[in-house]
């Protein structure tokens, strides 16, 4: 019976085995089938004579189209993306750009700190620049919100107003404009697409360029990327810039930028901005390229070359100016860090301003090296019996010690408190400016004059009296 039941077993588990192989070696005969379709080209499809007419017609159409690896200069007409603005995007560009760009204002102006140098360089090419001049604007890009938010905070609000006049700028496709969604928003903020590893010469860099010609201003960084190391270097600016500038119908006004701070608004890895930090920015002077343009036998040098000039040319200017943020950033943070470092000096120039003559002091109490008394040296008095008396104190408080040491100036500084001396200065200012009233009495004399009186009144007549 036992024997049986093995048996019986032994069956079920031999027909479950040829089951289980049967159900692989169809299903991977199902994988191999579909993986292993053959080519469209296969043999089984088409003759040879058929595939080798094919291959003639793909290799002259390659042959007749322009080589990726080639550089020339590809004209872009001024209607090229009239098809791409429609009534509605123009529309939506109207009511998001000066929405976005008032919000982003308010953040970096009103929860951060943005110190701004040569801002009239950018204000005077934005505003002031000649009808249908171009504008190019190149800046290192440090945060993913680098723009809108610097461009925001360099702009007053009523140029953010204006929709029409404010710039474009260039985005990846696989960063915004992965849905129907975020391609509509980005659209309505005035951002053309351009997708990675499509070369110099696809839509979105004939959609710029299309831009410029009309007069528009353009923003682009010339690096293509963020920084990785967070803001501390520049990269190498690409081709792509250098064909902005060259391409054009008229060179563009090429205006650089470069700020540090906004790694710490936008961190690496952060999902939102953070308030309370400090953007340093600095605009330089526009760049020029005459000398490129102008060169002899320009026909004759290759476009690749002069795209590799103008970019070199930025990234040399930017690397510049960046040397020159750091340091300026450098010098706000030591004075944020030491706030009363300057006290001392702002109090000396509004001592200068004091009405002295008024005090009876006069001109003098501005040198340095004056002194009102030689200095006393205490004495040792020996009486009659031999015994020694104690020295003859010149302590003074600290405030009446410091008559007796260099000038007045140097005086106050060293026993006063910077703030009272500030506070002391600005009290002579305003009874400098006080407009005197000629009443008669007391009030006519000079400090001189009243003290004179009140000497001879109270010492000196007793003393004649004795």
Known sequence: MAVHRIERADLWKSKARVLQLRLRERFRVAVDRHRRRPPIFSDGYFSSTVQRWLIRFRDFRQGSLQS???????????????????VIIRMLQSIAVPLLGNMCHVFMNGLNHVQVYGLEKLHDALLHRPRNKPLLTVSNHVASVDDPFVIA???????????QNLRWTLCATDRCF?????????????????????????????????????????HIFPEG?????????????????????????????????????????????????????????????????DDLLNVEGIEHISRRKLYDAVASRIQSRLLELKIQVDKLASEQLIKLQHPNAGSTEKASDMLQQVDWDSFGLGSCAFTEDDSLEPE???????????EHQEPISTDRSPRMGSMYEGGTISRMHGYMDSFELLGFAARGVFMSLR?????????????????????????????NAC
């Not at 849905?179 to 351009?194: C, D, Y």
């Not at 006393?376 to 019996?385: L, R, V």
Request: hydrophobic share 40%.
């Open 68 to 86: 990726s690896s080639a550089f020339y200069r590809k004209r872009v007409s001024k209607d090229f993306t009239a098809e791409e603005d429609s």
């Open 153 to 163: 905070s360099l702009l007053p609000p009523r140029v953010l107003l204006d929709a």
């Open 178 to 218: 992965r849905n129907p969604v975020t391609s509509a928003f980005f659209r309505s903020v005035k951002v053309l697409p351009v997708s990675r590893g499509d070369g110099i010469y696809q839509k979105g860099m004939d959609m710029a360029i299309a831009k410029l010609n009309n007069g528009g201003w353009v």
């Open 225 to 289: 990327s963020r920084s990785r190391d967070g803001g501390r270097t520049i990269g190498s600016s690409k081709r792509g810039v250098g064909r902005l500038v060259l391409d054009a119908d008229t060179v563009p006004i090429v205006i650089p930028f470069v700020h540090t701070g906004m790694q710490e608004i936008m961190p690496i890895g952060a999902n939102f901005p953070r308030i309370g930090k400090m953007v340093t920015v600095l605009v330089g002077d526009p760049i020029h390229f």
């Open 376 to 386: 006393i040296q205490p004495k040792q008095n020996i009486t009659s019996q031999g």
């Open 435 to 463: 407009p005197r009233i000629n009443t008669p009495g007391v009030g006519d004399a000079s400090p001189l004059r009243a003290w004179k009186l009140y000497l001879e009144a109270n010492l000196l007549r007793p003393l």
